[in-house]
């Protein structure tokens, strides 16, 4: 099993930007895809974006292309999401997940370790 903790999330002003982290322990030699998703109040979680194993291959939701950028450090556990262009929108708790099938789908049911979830919270 994987474990997964976010961070890096808070609150920050419309065209701000933000990192969020997702840092993996336990069985972090084995090689997963990692994606971030967000939920916003009163609506369904939605894929943000993924990274295969080796970080070469990324994928992304219409919503953060050109705006959001995902890479990973395998040394350090790490899988980042780099949030610029902030915009109220935006506005969600997002968890990061792993795909130990390395499905590369953008489905919620094909994750099967979820962080906690970190808030971002975008002012206009």
């Known amino acids: 099993q994987v474990q997964l903790v976010e961070s890096g999330g808070g609150l920050v002003q419309a065209g701000g930007s933000l990192r969020l982290s997702c840092a993996a322990s336990?069985?972090?030699?084995?090689?997963?895809?990692t994606g971030w998703f967000r939920q916003a109040p009163g609506k369904e979680r939605q894929f943000v974006a993924r990274i295969s194993w080796s970080g070469l291959t990324t994928y992304y939701a219409d919503s953060a292309k050109s705006r959001f950028s995902i890479s990973r450090d395998n040394a350090k556990n790490t899988v980042y999401l780099q949030m610029n262009s902030l915009k109220p929108e935006d506005t969600a708790v997002y968890y990061c997940?792993?795909?130990?099938?390395?499905?590369?789908?953008?489905?919620?049911?094909?994750?099967?370790?979820w962080g906690q979830g970190t808030q971002v919270t975008v002012s206009s």
């Open positions: 997940a792993a795909d130990r099938g390395n499905t590369y789908s953008t489905s919620i049911s094909a994750y099967d370790s």
């Open positions: 336990g069985r972090t030699r084995s090689s997963y895809v």
